[in-house]
């Protein structure tokens, strides 16, 4: 019996560089779970949570939204100003945010290696019977997102803006790092978020440099053009491995 090959991609990059557009594409188009570390994030903080009861007694019951929510501008106004706040407030929620990947992680792997058995063993009946196999088998792999019979491998892959900040490389097998210009990247921001230079500029400058990234990663994926080109390039890594 074969042994389930895991391949955990660690997609990551500069604020506004196109982490989601890809992440969204490798869903569409190839059904590989996403695991979002903003998603994980912001159940961390979510009304009644104990992080979100420290966030409250730091900065006041002001933080808050009329709902009970936490209001994630006027957190952000903090934190992207002041580099020993915003360094409280990830060591607050770094933790909560990896034990979900390695939650969700484990979960997949689980689910998966049930579908890898059933697979094997519909290949032994096969053997026995020399029936039903071609018209079975999809059947079986297409209840698991991102399970490759062929090669027997789950890839999944796993969306963490501050990979290299949080330290949370070991989470991975390789890393993708989505890269543009600065200029395109200010730019970008601006446009999205609809803020001003001085801001969007404070948000970039406080993740690690792109270029330093970069240097770390085993893939990098530059997104200076268009989509088009950006998803070639990705086709070209996923070609590299058969999935």
């Known amino acids: 019996m074969s042994d389930l090959i895991v391949r955990r991609i660690g997609l990551t990059g500069g604020i506004a560089t196109g982490k989601t557009a890809i992440s969204n594409y490798l869903a569409d188009a190839c059904g590989f779970p996403i695991l979002d570390a903003d998603i994980y994030a912001r159940e961390a903080v979510n009304p009644g949570s104990p992080i979100l009861d420290s966030i409250v007694k730091r900065y006041g019951a002001g933080i808050l939204l009329p709902d009970g929510n936490l209001n994630r501008p006027d957190l952000g106004s903090i934190i992207f100003c002041n580099a020993d706040e915003r360094q409280w407030l990830e060591q607050q929620i770094h933790p909560y945010v990896r034990r979900r990947l390695v939650e969700e992680t484990q979960s997949c792997i689980a689910a998966s290696s049930l579908v890898s058995q059933d697979t094997q063993d519909l290949g032994t009946k096969t053997q026995e019977t020399g029936l039903f196999y071609q018209k079975l088998e999809p059947s079986i792999v297409e209840k698991k997102p991102g399970f490759s019979a062929k090669t027997d491998t789950l890839t999944l892959v796993l969306v963490v803006p501050l990979l290299f900040e949080a330290n949370m490389t070991d989470l991975c097998t390789e890393i993708?790092?989505?890269?543009?210009?600065?200029?395109?990247?200010?730019?970008?921001?601006?446009?999205?978020?609809?803020?001003?230079?001085?801001?969007?500029?404070?948000?970039?400058?406080?993740?690690?440099?792109?270029?330093?990234?970069?240097?770390?990663?085993?893939?990098?994926?530059?997104?200076?053009?268009?989509?088009?080109?950006?998803?070639?390039?990705v086709d070209v890594q996923l070609s590299r491995c058969e999935i």
Not at 185 to 210: H, T, V
Not at 223 to 230: K, R
């Open 176 to 233: 993708w790092v989505v890269y543009c210009s600065p200029e395109v990247q200010l730019e970008r921001l601006m446009q999205r978020d609809g803020l001003s230079y001085d801001r969007a500029n404070a948000r970039i400058n406080a993740q690690l440099p792109l270029a330093q990234k970069c240097q770390q990663a085993d893939v990098i994926l530059d997104n200076s053009s268009t989509l088009d080109s950006l998803f070639l390039l």
